[in-house]
């Protein structure tokens, strides 16, 4: 059963996005990614490749991982517990990203891949509770202000590590950055932000519970219910169809978010400190772009919301994989005559465009699958979102990588995602929002 809307509810519950995605800003995008790649790999093509591997396997951990965790929470009213559990698998591996240095890739490469699945999965869940929280009219604006308060701390995250850590000739605590201590200590920051403010969503964001269910009757239960969705999916065709276009279009986004950073260091020279400042100009874009579209979103449809910035993020890798590095572009426009800009420069445009559209692409994602899902099996059919977001999210990174590895040039691994955002556009195209909110009510 739905609670009535509550402010303070939908807040606690945003505050987990404020608590979780200063991981993706930190260590996936742009600090720790680009620190594997440039300082602890032997080079930064063989770096981008073990990146692109520990992305993929992540990828299918989770997709396997997902559907049964999420029909175990549904059936055994668990769903809190393991959000507090893989939050922590998250917290803890993050922390003990402090320990590997130089050399030991395995060592850093196994942390980070357990602290990934940790952090997805308690995604899963913390997403299962949208339904509950938010009636169907206000889904997208809350959905939208959960991905915009993430962005907030992403963005402020980011600021600290700069101004304490990486910026500084001497960092805070005196960290010694001959043995790369300042870029370490930023890993062990993420772990302390996630584990302080993921406490009120915790503590106030509540579940209905069900009693008199033991663990094991439940994993049982958990795997014929799991067979059942499957079969029973089948009747939810528009879910079918959103969570086949979500497959897709969303491997590209995990492909952008994995390997954005590590792109601008490689392709475009960035240093640590413009990548960081690239980073704070993507975050601002983003939550701004997720919060005034999650408004949108509930006027004109998460389908559409998701089409107009796949089209957004589509534009915006054409002029990242095609800007070229170092040349001046001369570009006649008329009235206003010859403009001339860097390689680079496009890239920044690319980015604040990736920025604006990837924060909504995400929020109503989430907002209409909350939509079309029915209210028995939110935990469930969540599980297959989260299934849907990572069956395939192995293969835009290995492309990356082996395309990288064959041509030994970073542009023809990162067209892989402009493919990925094209099928997904196209199949989202076929999907009935109505018909398939209308079913999901029933």
Not at 50 to 57: A, D, E, F, M, Y
Not at 239 to 253: E, M, P, Q, S, V
Request: charged share 15%; net charge neutral.
């Amino acid at each position: 059963m739905n609670q009535s809307y509550d402010k303070k509810t939908v807040f606690c519950w945003s505050l987990y996005d404020f608590a979780n995605q200063p991981f993706t800003t930190l260590v996936i995008t742009f600090i720790y990614g680009t620190f594997f790649t440039t300082v602890l790999a032997d080079n930064e093509i063989t770096g981008t490749i073990l990146w692109s591997r520990g992305i993929s396997l992540t990828g299918i951990i989770v997709a396997l991982l997902s559907p049964i965790m999420g029909a175990l929470a549904d059936r055994g009213g668990y769903r809190k517990f393991y959000l507090i559990f893989w939050t922590w698998v998250c917290i803890i591996c993050s922390f003990l990203l402090w320990y590997p240095n130089v050399g030991q890739v395995t060592f850093a490469l196994t942390l980070f891949i357990i602290a990934n699945v940790g952090f997805e999965m308690g995604g899963v869940f913390c997403n299962a509770f949208l339904p509950d929280i938010a009636p169907k009219d206000k889904i997208g604006r809350v959905s939208g202000y959960g991905w915009s308060f993430g962005y907030v701390g992403g963005l402020l995250s980011l600021i600290l590590a700069l101004v304490f850590f990486i910026f500084p000739e001497v960092p805070l605590f005196d960290l010694d950055k001959t043995t790369h201590e300042h870029i370490r200590a930023t890993n062990v920051m993420v772990a302390i932000w996630f584990a302080i403010f993921s406490i009120p969503t915790f503590l106030f964001v509540k579940q209905d519970s069900k009693k008199g269910v033991g663990v094991k009757q439940v994993l049982i239960e958990s795997f014929d219910q799991l067979k059942n969705t499957f079969i029973q999916i089948r009747k939810y065709k528009e879910i079918t169809k959103f969570l086949l276009a979500r497959l897709i279009y969303n491997d590209g986004l995990i492909t952008i978010f994995a390997f954005g950073g590590i792109y601008a260091a490689g392709t475009f020279g960035f240093s640590m400190q413009e990548i960081m400042i690239f980073a704070i100009v993507l975050n601002v874009s983003a939550g701004l772009g997720a919060f005034l579209m999650g408004f949108l979103d509930d006027v004109i449809g998460g389908k559409m919301t998701i089409q107009i910035s796949n089209v957004g993020l589509i534009i915006a890798c054409v002029i990242a994989v095609f800007s070229p590095n170092g040349d001046i572009v001369e570009f006649s426009i008329p009235v206003v005559g010859s403009i001339m800009i860097t390689g680079k420069i496009m890239f920044w445009i690319a980015g604040v465009l990736i920025g604006i559209f990837s924060g909504p692409n995400q929020a109503s994602s989430r907002s209409l699958m909350a939509r079309f899902v029915p209210k028995d099996k939110v935990g469930e059919f969540f599980g297959f979102f989260a299934f849907s977001g990572k069956a395939t999210s192995f293969l835009g990174p290995f492309l990356l990588g082996y395309l990288t590895k064959v041509f030994g040039s970073q542009r023809y691994g990162v067209a892989v995602v402009l493919v990925l955002l094209i099928i997904g556009a196209a199949i989202l195209h076929y999907v009935d929002e109505d018909s398939g909110i209308e079913k999901g009510s029933k």
